[in-house]
């Protein structure tokens, strides 16, 4: 009987451990997310304007590129098309 509630009482207490060690590392979690943000170096103003540009710039040529392979390749698929019908 006796080494029955010995196991209960330590039973007890690993469970409430746990949730003794949970709240210290959301907070040691937490911690160390601050820590990690303040690491970030934040471009300025004029590197994000650059880098916006060059985004924008770079999607046109692109779209136009796409548009002027579009265009090249429903006209071949005409003039076969045309060619056999």
Do not use: H
């Amino acid at each position: 009987m006796e080494e029955n509630k010995n196991t209960n009482q330590t039973n007890e207490t690993k469970q409430a451990k746990p949730k003794q060690a949970k709240n210290n590392s959301d907070r040691d979690g937490f911690a160390e997310y601050k820590a990690e943000f303040k690491k970030i170096i934040w471009p300025s103003r004029p590197e994000i304007a650059k880098k916006t540009f060059t985004v924008i710039v770079t999607s046109l040529i692109v779209g136009v590129i796409i548009f002027c392979m579009d265009t090249a390749f429903s006209a071949g698929y005409s003039a076969i098309i045309g060619l056999l019908g």
